[in-house]
């Protein structure tokens, strides 16, 4: 089952008015399967990108930029969300992965802060000529 953390770094960043969801560009990264996300250590791009899958077989280091990104008021859970649309990786060339986790990251703010984590619990492999996707994306602050 995959566990959603949101970073430190991330709740302060907003906070500060350094992140506009609605107007930044998110991308999302797959990092290898030794990878542990930190909330409190893993603020920022850099300090994921070492464990980041290399370029490859229809993977581009970097990320893939999040689209279509929505924000709304929910009053009846007492939060804002925002939602954007799926991201593919289509491998082509070869195989992509291992992976075990994915991090959106902000790719705007002058240290393109870190704000989430997504432990998929498994690790993941898309075979040459499969795709792999991330659905029903969603941040919700409350």
């Not at 999302?28 to 370029?55: C, P, W």
């Not at 930029?65 to 799926?86: G, H, Q, S, V, Y």
């Not at 984590?117 to 919700?140: A, H, M, N, W």
Request: proline content about 1%; aromatic content about 8%; charged content about 25%.
């Amino acid at each position: 089952m995959a566990t959603t953390t949101i970073s430190n770094h991330f709740k302060y960043q907003l906070a500060d008015k350094q992140i506009d969801l609605s107007a930044d560009t998110l991308k999302a990264v797959l990092l290898g399967t030794s990878f542990t996300f930190d909330a409190d250590s893993h603020a920022t791009y850099s300090d994921v990108s070492a464990s980041e899958l290399s370029t490859g077989n229809g993977y581009t280091a970097g990320g893939e930029a999040l689209t279509t990104l929505t924000l709304a008021e929910d009053d009846t859970d007492n939060r804002a969300e925002m939602t954007c649309d799926d991201v593919q990786w289509d491998a082509s060339g070869g195989d992509i992965g291992p992976f075990g986790a994915a991090i959106i990251y902000d790719d705007t703010t002058s240290d393109d802060t870190v704000i989430l984590c997504v432990d998929f619990g498994t690790d993941y492999t898309i075979p040459d000529g499969s795709s792999f996707q991330l659905k029903d994306i969603e941040i919700r602050v409350a």
